[in-house]
Nanobody
Framework: QVQLVESGGGVVQAGGSLRLSCAFS????????MGWFRQAPGKERAFVAA????????YYADSVKGRFTISRDNAKNTVDLQMNSLQFEDTAVYYC??????????????????WGQGTQVTVSS
């Protein structure tokens, strides 16, 4: 079965950067669309970024556009989220997700059928 494992979370001061990575296993990575979502305490899970199977189309939430960059390396079976200019409001558990698709990626959590365990990102002042 497909498994996703996030890494790279931690504590960073406001204005700093972190790079999250999601390792994919158990399937053919290049057949999957990938997404990043986040959930802060007391809030609903929110879309962050998504990328199609070959990186041909990329989508960002308005709140992170210009600060975050999603990328994938199909040779390494990984998808990364480079987060710059981090703000306190970015504090959340970050999840990667996937769905087999060579047609599209989605901003909707319901599109994805496999999720990682999450990695905590804490932005301090």
């Amino acid at each position: 079965q497909v498994q996703l494992v996030e890494s790279g979370g931690g504590v960073v001061q406001a204005g700093g950067s972190l790079r999250l990575s999601c390792a994919f296993s158990g399937g053919t990575f290049s057949a999957y669309a990938m997404g990043w979502f986040r959930q802060a305490p007391g809030k609903e899970r929110a879309f962050v970024a998504a990328i199609t199977w070959n990186g041909g189309k990329i989508y960002y939430a308005d709140s992170v556009k210009g600060r975050f960059t999603i990328s994938r390396d199909n040779a390494k079976n990984t998808v990364d989220l480079q987060m710059n200019s981090l703000q306190f409001e970015d504090t959340a558990v970050y999840y990667c997700a996937c769905r087999m698709s060579r047609v599209a990626a989605s901003m909707s959590s319901s599109f994805y059928d496999t999720w990682g365990q999450g990695t905590q990102v804490t932005v301090s002042s």
